[in-house]
């Protein structure tokens, strides 16, 4: 039996390596294709060879979903390459499939896992975003009657709209009371009436353009209540349940492009010009290269916590997944403007060597909107805030090491058990405790030129920002809407997932620190990486910084450029990309189960 691990490398090494010109799934095609607006025929068949769509379907109904946090590591071989070909072809089959997997029953559960394991599509049309654009708010209705539900309008922006067999539906309820006023539909194409669904025209975008986003019209189609997901009326609180599922992805597939991203850069960078300098000469380039591995690090400490609370802290894991969501985009947005000043004209080539850049930073935005964007994610945690500022933060026990360690053990994916809203945040704990211990150590191995006083005064600074945090939500009162759509509260928000981001990159360098010996990444476990990031997220929220760490930040470019020439994953687990000349002796933290 193939592990998840030897999954990953196996789907790596079917795409061959993407700077191989002759490579038929290789950079050029991938490049060819995009221009195009169409999918490579050859990608989509090494993932139908490789059967990526059982990954998205829980075991229990003949799929290969156990783990969350694998799933998102799977997904990154994929969207390094194409993110038009990985949303298309199959995340979006999984974004559909949530809601069955959520609350369907054995029936439909079954009907989703056909459609997927035959290698047919599911697609979801979700309800319109109130003062959306025109773009995405037209919708579906639904009107009752005696044998079931009588379905009716159109939908113009609906990932795989034509190629696909399955349809996940959130209809609008004709005089539904407040709170209840969609319901979701899994209907089988094929067995609905003749004429019943006619496909509307393809929409141009300007990332992703390779992925088909078209639109259905669905006219007097009368379907029965078995097809509804759950109870009539329950469409508002399943979208919201299975953002819990979708938003612990969106940061490694956004982690994926900007690892391409970085590679491109820091291959342009690196290059040695006639007189025998490089870029690298240049303390600004030699800046954007580090803030964007740091970026990249901080980015997958939160996409390993988001997908691990999932298994381990179901009932606290809603703040995190939104956090996870809203600051990885941002985070990498922010990294791909920077590194498009190291470029320079490059950023704009549509082929040769640089060229991926561009398409990754175009295909971003895209990728990562999902149906609310970042502001619905922001509006996801803030009502959970007063409540941990009164009983959770400086109170909570710390969670399991095991959220922080990639190679721990997990409990089954029970999808019944995450709630909407926390009853506590343990990770803040992790920040609190972090602190504690670095008080109490003294320097990281004893070495001040690499971390050392910055790190701990960096942690006392962080904790304190959460102690300011606990002040301004403990004023609140639970529940106060006028108060949590302030935009204030929304600065609040934003500065709480930056210290999130801290407790998990500080959970992660803790366990490598202390992970038994051959069961630990050197770079990981050393105190300069965590040292960067740590000062890189104070700088962010404004607040009192040390003296620069010079040491740990040229630490930190040396891998950059190490990875590059390793040819290593910009990412925890440092992994080698295909052309590497195999797995080789790797960096990453050890093995994960199966």
């Not at 992925?211 to 379907?223: H, K, N, P, Q, W």
């Not at 953002?243 to 994926?256: D, E, H, K, M, N």
Request: net charge negative; with cysteine.
């Amino acid at each position: 039996m193939t592990t998840a691990e030897d999954r990953i490398d196996a789907l790596e090494l079917a795409f061959g390596a993407l700077d191989d010109p002759g490579n038929p799934l290789g950079a050029d095609a991938l490049l060819a294709a995009d221009a195009a607006g169409t999918v490579l025929p050859e990608a989509e068949q090494v993932l139908d060879a490789f059967g990526l769509n059982a990954e998205f379907v829980p075991a229990d109904v003949g799929g290969r979903l156990e783990r969350m946090d694998l799933l998102g590591r799977l997904l990154r071989p994929v969207f390094r390459r194409d993110a038009s070909l990985g949303f298309g072809y199959g995340l979006n089959c999984f974004f559909a499939a949530t809601p069955v997997w959520t609350a369907g029953d054995d029936a439909q559960r079954r009907l989703a896992a056909g459609f997927l394991l035959s290698g047919r599509r599911l697609a979801v049309a979700r309800h319109e975003v109130a003062h959306g654009n025109d773009f995405v708010r037209d919708e579906f209705t639904a009107r009752e009657v005696p044998d079931g539900l009588v379905i009716d309008g159109s939908k113009s922006a609906i990932a795989n709209a034509s190629r696909a067999t399955g349809l996940v539906l959130f209809a609008r309820m004709d005089a539904a009371a407040r709170g209840r006023s969609h319901s979701v539909l899994l209907l089988d194409r094929d067995e609905l009436p003749e004429g019943a669904v006619e496909n509307l025209a393809r929409r141009t975008t300007t990332g992703m353009r390779s992925a088909e986003f078209g639109g259905l019209r669905i006219t007097d189609c009368l379907v029965p209540y078995s097809a509804v997901l759950g109870e009539v009326g329950d469409g508002y609180e399943l979208s919201l349940r299975s953002s819990l599922l979708i938003r612990g992805l969106i940061p490694s597939i956004v982690l994926a492009g900007a690892d391409t991203a970085l590679r491109t850069v820091a291959r342009f960078a690196n290059r040695t010009r006639a007189d025998g300098r490089s870029s690298l000469d240049v303390r600004h380039v030699r800046d954007v290269l580090t803030g964007g591995f740091l970026d990249l690090l901080i980015i997958d400490c939160l996409a390993l916590v988001a997908t691990r609370a999932l298994h381990l802290l179901p009932r606290q894991m809603s703040a995190y997944a939104a956090a996870a969501a809203y600051l990885a985009p941002k985070l990498v947005a922010e990294s791909m403007d920077e590194m498009s000043s190291v470029l320079g004209e490059e950023t704009f080539a549509q082929d040769g060597a640089y060229a991926m850049f561009q398409k990754q930073r175009r295909d971003l935005p895209v990728t990562s909107l999902g149906h609310a964007g970042s502001a619905g994610r922001q509006v996801s945690i803030l009502p959970q805030l007063p409540y941990f500022a009164r009983h959770a933060w400086f109170a909570d026990p710390e969670p399991p090491p095991e959220l922080f360690r990639p190679d721990g053990d997990l409990p089954p994916l029970d999808l019944s058990q995450p709630v909407l809203l926390g009853d506590g945040d343990p990770l803040a704990a992790t920040l609190v405790a972090c602190t504690d211990l670095l008080e109490a150590d003294g320097p990281p191995h004893g070495d001040d030129s690499v971390g050392g006083p910055a790190l701990r005064f960096l942690a006392r600074v962080l904790t304190g920002e959460l102690a300011e945090l606990k002040k301004a939500f403990e004023t609140v009162a639970e529940g106060d809407r006028e108060a949590l759509s302030s935009p204030q509260s929304f600065g609040l928000a934003d500065r709480y997932t930056l210290v999130l981001a801290a407790a998990a990159c500080l959970g992660v360098w803790r366990e490598q620190r202390s992970a038994p010996a051959g069961r630990t990444d050197a770079f990981l476990a050393g105190p300069a990486w965590i040292t960067a990031v740590l000062y890189r997220l104070v700088a962010r929220l404004g607040l009192p910084l040390p003296d620069r760490p010079a040491e740990p930040e040229r630490l930190v470019l040396d891998e950059v450029v190490a990875r590059l020439h390793n040819r290593r994953s910009y990412d925890l687990y440092a992994s080698p990309p295909a052309g590497s000349g195999g797995r080789g002796p790797s960096r990453r933290p050890a093995a994960c189960a199966p």
